[in-house]
């Protein structure tokens, strides 16, 4: 195992090798975030109340925000499999000895952590600033350890889609697909909450949910039983996962053509 | 001991054929065409441990795909292999901790850190103790001469300066066999010397067989005792080196340069010559048929010797004949 915290590791160190790329790219919340602001503050004076299914607006915010930084920082784990395979380079990443599977489960939580980190911030200064506070400070924490298993469970299914790629080498579509779904499912653009209770019913039964919505909702509403549920829902869906993962992935390696050279 | 042995081995590819253009695209879409591409067509051959053996063909020849195979990476579709004692795509991680690979076209090393946060990371990876792989990145730092170089992030060195580094990472965990697919493709003369050098030296001193595959002649010469020559999936030829030359480098090349001006249709019995300058010569001649002994007491006799040289013909020149006489020979 420590192998793979080594791993985490470099890939930490790797991923500041160039730092006005990393906070250039996590500009982007900046303009995310302040269109949402306008959006719901439309939404909610429309309604003519503070508060909608459980959320005032600034909860709404501030749940957005930490969305937004789950996705903007989850790493694009199926395109660098994808890309490993169409350039051949993925050779080396097998004949190591170190699982293949825990290998990328370990670079890619090496590289989310600043950006997220980076996302995190900038995101809390501007939501902060628009909104106020953010509503409870065990909030933060909680979120925290959710967002571990949020990703965890990005990498699976991630890595579900670039395990494809050793079949049909680009993956781009399926990447596209999975993103939509996180965004709709995932409740990225649109809080759960809003949705019609059957759909709601629906999304949170998905992985998708446990992703996104799960952690910040918890944000926003920090109570230790939501906090629980959360991580169990979590948990099962990684279990199942993991299991499909593994059991893909011994059936592709076999499939595997390595292109150039 | 063997350290590799290989029977009837076999890999074939299916790619997708379509036709120009887009009205092609179109129609591979609902009736896509598949190709078999016979990548390896019943390679069988053996290797010592601490052998120094070369893997020679031109591009697409299969070389790489065989490399690949006997690391594990990739599941051949007949045949048997054992390297090490271990059927590589069966036994891949057992066998990643036996041997060291370097894929000439490929970075191992991380492209934005230092090479030495590689070389720790590997003796993680390859599960060293601290204390070791400290003693061997000083060993090998000085067998490479890349003292200067570890502290550079990767992206900043010359190709030269990190393929003697990524060579270097390969043999971190003190390997058995290292298999180098290409270590000197787009190397200058000089970094091709010095990446071969170290090679040379740790094969000699660890007693590390090395499989090289390369379709430079050169490296050969160099490095190999042994020549397994590869086309289109099969072996064309294979032997050691020194028989390889023996075999095939009968033909000399001759350069002679006289006191006197030479005549314009300068001819001797036996040679054939190449170029005639206002003193000098060219010729070759073939040592089956006319001895050496006699192409110089024939050249002498023909006026006062300044200058003689005598050459071999450059080994990819045999090396294409070796191609030629295999295509005429189906």
């Known amino acids: 195992m420590k192998k793979y915290w080594h791993l985490f590791k470099v890939q930490l160190i790797n991923s500041l090798a160039y730092p006005g790329e990393?906070?250039?790219?996590?500009?982007?919340?900046?303009?995310?975030?302040?269109?949402?602001?306008?959006?719901?503050?439309?939404?909610?004076?429309?309604?003519?109340?503070?508060?909608?299914?459980g959320l005032t607006f600034p909860m709404t915010l501030w749940y957005l925000m930490i969305a937004e930084t789950i996705e903007l920082s989850r790493p694009r784990l199926?395109?660098?499999?994808?890309?490993?395979?169409?350039?051949?380079?993925?050779?080396?990443?097998?004949?190591?000895?170190?699982n293949f599977l825990l290998y990328h489960f370990s670079t890619s939580m090496g590289e989310t952590i600043f950006r997220a980190l980076v996302n995190a911030l900038l995101g809390s200064a501007l939501v902060w600033w628009l909104v106020g506070a953010p509503p409870s400070l065990l909030g933060w924490p909680l979120t925290l350890l959710t967002m571990l298993g949020a990703w965890t469970l990005n990498f699976c299914l991630s890595a579900f889609i670039g395990l494809a790629a050793f079949i049909v080498e680009d993956t781009s579509a399926f990447q596209w697909i999975y993103q939509k779904m996180a965004f709709i499912l995932g409740g990225l653009l649109i809080p759960l909450d809003f949705y019609p209770e059957w759909l709601q019913a629906i999304a949170k039964a998905l992985p998708f949910a446990s992703m996104t919505y799960?952690?910040?909702?918890?944000?926003?509403?920090?109570?230790?039983?939501?906090?629980?549920?959360?991580?169990?829902?979590?948990?099962?869906?990684?279990?199942?996962?993991?299991?499909?993962?593994?059991?893909?992935?011994?059936?592709?390696?076999?499939?595997?053509?390595?292109?150039?050279? | 001991m063997t350290a590799i042995s290989v029977s009837n081995l076999q890999k074939t590819f299916q790619t997708k054929r379509k036709a120009a253009g887009?009205?092609?695209?179109?129609?591979?879409?609902?009736?896509?065409?598949?190709?078999?591409?016979?990548?390896?067509?019943?390679?069988?051959?053996?290797?010592?441990?601490?052998?120094?053996?070369?893997?020679?063909?031109?591009?697409?020849?299969?070389?790489?795909?065989?490399?690949?195979?006997?690391?594990?990476?990739?599941?051949?579709?007949?045949?048997?292999?054992?390297?090490?004692?271990?059927?590589?795509?069966?036994?891949?991680?057992?066998?990643?901790f036996q041997i060291g690979t370097v894929f000439g076209q490929r970075p191992q090393l991380w492209y934005h850190l230092p090479a030495i946060d590689t070389f720790t990371l590997f003796g993680k990876i390859y599960e060293l103790d601290d204390a070791f792989t400290k003693k061997r990145i000083a060993f090998l730092t000085e067998a490479f001469e890349i003292g200067d170089l570890l502290e550079t992030p990767v992206r900043k060195l010359s190709l030269g300066q990190r393929m003697r580094c990524e060579v270097a990472a390969s043999l971190l965990h003190k390997p058995k066999l290292l298999?180098?697919?290409?270590?000197?493709?787009?190397?200058?003369?000089?970094?091709?010397?010095?990446?071969?050098?170290?090679?040379?030296?740790?094969s000699a001193e660890e007693g590390v067989g090395v499989l090289l595959t390369s379709h430079d002649a050169s490296d050969l010469e160099a490095l190999c005792h042994r020549v397994i020559i590869v086309?289109?999936?099969?072996?064309?030829?294979?032997?050691?080196?020194?028989?390889?030359?023996?075999?095939?480098?009968?033909?000399?090349?001759?350069?002679?340069?006289?006191?006197?001006?030479?005549?314009?249709?300068?001819?001797?019995?036996?040679?054939?010559?190449?170029?005639?300058?206002?003193?000098?010569?060219?010729?070759?001649?073939?040592?089956?048929?006319?001895?050496?002994?006699?192409?110089?007491?024939?050249?002498?006799?023909?006026?006062?010797?300044?200058?003689?040289t005598i050459s071999d013909p450059p080994l990819e020149e045999v090396i294409a004949m070796i191609y030629e006489q295999a295509r005429e020979e189906k």
């Open chain 2, 22 to 96: 887009l009205g092609g695209s179109v129609r591979a879409l609902f009736q896509p065409e598949y190709a078999t591409v016979e990548a390896v067509r019943g390679l069988s051959f053996e290797m010592e441990q601490g052998e120094l053996l070369g893997f020679i063909g031109p591009n697409g020849a299969g070389k790489s795909t065989t490399i690949k195979i006997l690391t594990g990476i990739l599941h051949p579709n007949g045949g048997q292999a054992s390297v090490l004692g271990f059927t590589p795509w069966k036994e891949r991680q057992k066998l990643a």
């Open chain 1, 22 to 53: 990393l906070i250039g790219r996590s500009l982007v919340i900046f303009p995310f975030m302040w269109i949402f602001y306008q959006l719901w503050k439309v939404t909610f004076a429309a309604n003519g109340s503070t508060e909608i299914n």
């Open chain 1, 78 to 98: 199926a395109n660098t499999i994808s890309e490993a395979v169409k350039d051949g380079s993925i050779a080396y990443t097998l004949n190591k000895p170190y």
């Open chain 2, 179 to 202: 298999l180098l697919d290409e270590p000197s493709i787009g190397l200058d003369v000089v970094a091709k010397q010095h990446i071969r050098d170290a090679i040379r030296t740790m």
């Open chain 2, 231 to 308: 086309n289109h999936g099969q072996i064309v030829y294979q032997d050691k080196v020194s028989n390889l030359k023996r075999k095939f480098l009968t033909r000399k090349l001759v350069e002679v340069r006289y006191a006197e001006e030479v005549a314009k249709n300068f001819a001797l019995e036996g040679m054939e010559t190449l170029k005639t300058g206002r003193y000098g010569v060219k010729l070759t001649f073939d040592t089956r048929q006319t001895p050496a002994d006699a192409v110089l007491s024939r050249l002498s006799s023909a006026g006062t010797l300044v200058d003689i």
């Open chain 1, 214 to 261: 799960g952690p910040a909702r918890l944000f926003v509403s920090p109570t230790i039983p939501a906090f629980l549920s959360t991580l169990a829902m979590q948990a099962i869906w990684i279990l199942v996962l993991a299991i499909l993962l593994t059991i893909t992935y011994r059936r592709n390696i076999s499939h595997l053509a390595l292109n150039g050279g």
